[in-house]
């Protein structure tokens, strides 16, 4: 059995780097991988399926877990970083589940595991990484920032309120803990042309420019769909989140997501998004619907299905306390005070 990382025998000192082995993540090292999970969040990890091994084992067998991870010589894991894909062949993935054991922090283990992660992004030949920075520290947010990452939305209620990392608890036991939604740029991405509602032009039009990805913004188009909405619903229980992903805006639309909200709140979910197409001319023409049910700016979703989605974020049960100190660049503030705006313009807040 390897050592239990949740004591290490000297958590004064790190061991050396090179006791550590980094390699990618193979299916046998899905329950060493939960082990380390523990280790840094105890049972509070909100992405749940990183307690079951048989769902790793499962994410990797299909190529849609991709990672790398730092053993120790006993074969313990004792850091990982991954991408996960929606699906094979996209040319955008997530950075999900970076971290350390607590033993082994303060040392160069997660840069180390970014520079291998790097030969699995090319050869995979993505254009870019979207990861959500958990908002009770700005370790990963800045550090995405020096490597050239965009802040491309605010949620403030992404994680669960239960959510404590080793090393930094806080006092704030009830409200939910905001992600800084980033996108890091690795190759230009196909020129599209993008239809997007007049009162979020000025901000979309700013985050497409910091990126430096050509896009044609226009107004949307006035008028409803036709037919009836194609969306996919991602319900993520570990979250407390209800996804709704549309595919195509038709007519029923505006009752289609107060339906969808009902339905999200007799559930028990906290939250609920709503990606909207920006390929499509008519897709954001219910906007104004959308926020007389109380939903709000989010951000916007780069390169995901064949295209960029506008995510729309609707608090149900959720008390948010966004802190502006942990917030680095003062283009993140000014996303956080146009969130915030909106929030209140529409009575979510």
Request: net charge neutral; with cysteine.
């Amino acid at each position: 059995m390897g050592k239990d990382i949740n004591k290490p025998e000297r958590p004064e000192e790190h061991l050396p780097e090179t006791a550590l082995i980094f390699r990618p993540m193979t299916e046998d090292d899905a329950e060493a991988l939960s082990r380390c999970v523990r280790a840094c969040y105890g049972d509070t990890y909100p992405a749940r399926d990183f307690y079951d091994p048989c769902k790793l084992r499962n994410f990797i067998q299909q190529g849609l877990l991709r990672s790398q991870i730092a053993v120790t010589q006993e074969g313990e894991v004792v850091g990982h970083l991954g991408i996960m894909l929606d699906a094979i062949g996209d040319i955008t993935a997530d950075a999900v589940a970076g971290f350390v054991a607590p033993g082994y922090r303060g040392s160069d283990t997660m840069f180390r595991l970014g520079v291998h992660m790097n030969i699995i992004q090319q050869n995979l030949h993505l254009i870019g990484l979207q990861l959500y920075a958990l908002m009770l520290h700005n370790i990963t947010y800045r550090k995405t920032l020096a490597i050239g990452g965009v802040e491309a939305g605010l949620l403030p209620a992404h994680f669960p309120a239960s959510t404590r990392p080793k090393g930094f608890e806080r006092a704030d036991e009830k409200s939910r803990i905001p992600a800084m939604f980033m996108y890091v740029p690795l190759r230009p991405a196909p020129t599209r042309t993008v239809y997007v509602p007049e009162r979020y032009i000025d901000i979309v039009t700013n985050l497409y420019g910091r990126l430096k990805y050509a896009r044609l913004v226009k107004k949307t188009s006035v008028g409803r769909g036709k037919g009836l909405t194609s969306a996919t619903i991602y319900r993520k229980s570990g979250m407390g989140i209800f996804q709704i992903r549309v595919q195509q805006a038709g007519d029923d639309l505006p009752g289609s997501i107060a339906r969808f909200y009902k339905q999200a709140r007799q559930e028990g979910y906290e939250l609920i998004y709503v990606d909207l197409p920006l390929g499509d001319t008519v897709s954001t023409s219910s906007i104004d619907d959308l926020r007389s049910l109380g939903f709000f700016y989010g951000g916007v979703v780069v390169e995901r299905g064949g295209g960029d989605a506008l995510r729309m974020q609707g608090l149900i049960d959720a008390t948010i306390a966004p802190d502006e100190k942990l917030i680095s660049s003062q283009s993140g503030k000014d996303l956080l005070s146009f969130v915030l705006a909106d929030a209140r313009d529409v009575g979510a807040i």
